[in-house]
């Protein structure tokens, strides 16, 4: 294990690649807390503060794809840094606005950069492990979207009752600029530009991948495994990001609570899923000889069972026990479907075949709010809601079965 070790080089790109997708996330989640005071100060309606988060999300997911096609052609670490730089800049611009529209721009250029995050950090750190260790270093990472999602809204909120709305859109953009100069100084793409051995357990596919008189994104998009986990990744987003969404309002209107009650309990029972990415990615690596379907779809059949059973009106101790299953399971897979990308492409196209891959997952994060909504207005319940999620996990494990795993490891489809 001494390859995680922060003194190894290996180890120093995953925990500077790590810090640095944390502050993505502090410059992406200081937007939430910050909208009561947005009203306020430039009367701005719910609508239009809800359109405020679906311009940045539009943004990011039309960007997905040519992000990671970026991270490919340039290296992670240009593509990173890029990304990062363009979101400072979306931060200043919001910082400064005095209407919608600059706040609009704000949002757009935001979600442009973040869009940039996610698909390169994951292919500087394949290029950094080997396949052996590959889902346990993806899991590692992973514990940065939890701790940057925390951070960005605390700090937010504290400059924000402190020093006024315009500050949390200043001082983290102001702390993302040093992280992301210390990256550039220390990290490298690969570790034979740091004079070091690469790694030779994907020689194979990545001289089929040169062969192959296709261009690299029809080889992405053609992929029929790819594919497969695409749309199983999209029913696992489309139940993870809804029951992120809707668990607060859930437990304040089922089990009449405070607003702060349902948030601290919400927060509490999903603290676990901390600990699912690396233990998902270690148990991946170790015990299941590198295959990532077993996992999933046990995930995706505990998930669907766990939300069923919330739907039936369980008293507050079991429905608080099943939602700590639920925030171990909206993790779990998540991690295992993030290395199929690098496991079927090799490290040569992993970032463009993450990028597709998150573009069906932030359609799903576009399409699980409104229509949850509109299941929880029609039925005046969240009975309904939950069983959609329940019938969409299972539909996702169902869909699980039809990943050619077998094609991965041996033959490589193509």
Not at 235 to 244: A, E, K, S, T, W
């Amino acid at each position: 294990m001494k390859q995680f070790e922060l003194r190894s080089p290996a180890g120093l790109v995953l925990f500077l690649t790590w810090l640095l997708f944390s502050m993505y996330y502090v410059n992406r989640f200081n937007y939430s807390p910050m909208i009561p005071l947005l009203k306020a100060d430039l009367g701005i309606s719910n609508t239009q503060a809800g359109w405020l988060m679906a311009i940045f999300f539009i943004a990011y997911t039309i960007f997905q794809l040519p992000s990671g096609f970026l991270g490919d052609r340039f290296g992670p670490r240009r593509a990173l840094t890029w990304g990062a730089v363009v979101s400072i800049a979306g931060n200043l611009i919001f910082s400064q606005a005095t209407s919608f529209g600059i706040l609009s721009l704000g949002q757009l250029v935001n979600g442009l950069g973040q869009a940039m995050g996610w698909t390169s950090s994951l292919k500087m750190i394949v290029s950094w492990f080997p396949r052996s260790r590959r889902a346990t270093a993806i899991g590692l990472f992973a514990t940065s979207v939890t701790l940057g999602s925390s951070v960005g809204i605390r700090l937010s909120g504290l400059l924000g009752d402190h020093l006024g709305w315009r500050s949390s859109f200043i001082i983290p953009p102001v702390l993302m600029a040093i992280v992301v100069l210390l990256f550039w100084m220390k990290v490298k793409d690969t570790p034979l530009e740091r004079g070091l051995p690469d790694f030779e357990d994907e020689i194979q596919l990545e001289r089929q991948i040169e062969n192959d008189p296709r261009s690299r994104l029809t080889l992405v998009l053609t992929n029929r495994i790819l594919w497969s986990v695409a749309l199983v990744y999209f029913c696992f987003v489309y139940v993870q990001f809804g029951c992120l969404v809707w668990t607060p309002s859930f437990l304040k209107e089922a089990y009449a609570m405070s607003v702060d009650r349902a948030s601290t309990i919400t927060a509490l029972v999903l603290l676990p899923g901390v600990f699912a990415s690396p233990l998902a990615g270690f148990l991946s690596d170790h015990y299941f000889g590198g295959k990532r379907k077993p996992l999933i779809l046990i995930g995706m059949l505990i998930l669907a069972l766990s939300t069923f059973l919330l739907s039936r009106k369980v008293n507050i101790v079991p429905a608080a026990g099943l939602l700590a299953v639920v925030g171990l399971m909206i993790i779990m897979p998540d991690v295992l479907l993030a290395a199929y990308p690098s496991d079927i492409l090799s490290r040569k196209l992993s970032a463009t075949g993450m990028g597709f891959l998150t573009t069906f997952t932030s359609i799903a994060g576009i399409i699980t709010t409104p229509l949850s909504g509109k299941i929880i207005d029609l039925f005046n319940s969240y009975t309904a809601v939950y069983l959609s999620f329940a019938v969409v996990a299972l539909a996702g494990a169902l869909l699980t079965l039809h990943i050619q795993e077998n094609s991965v490891y041996n033959g490589r489809q193509m």
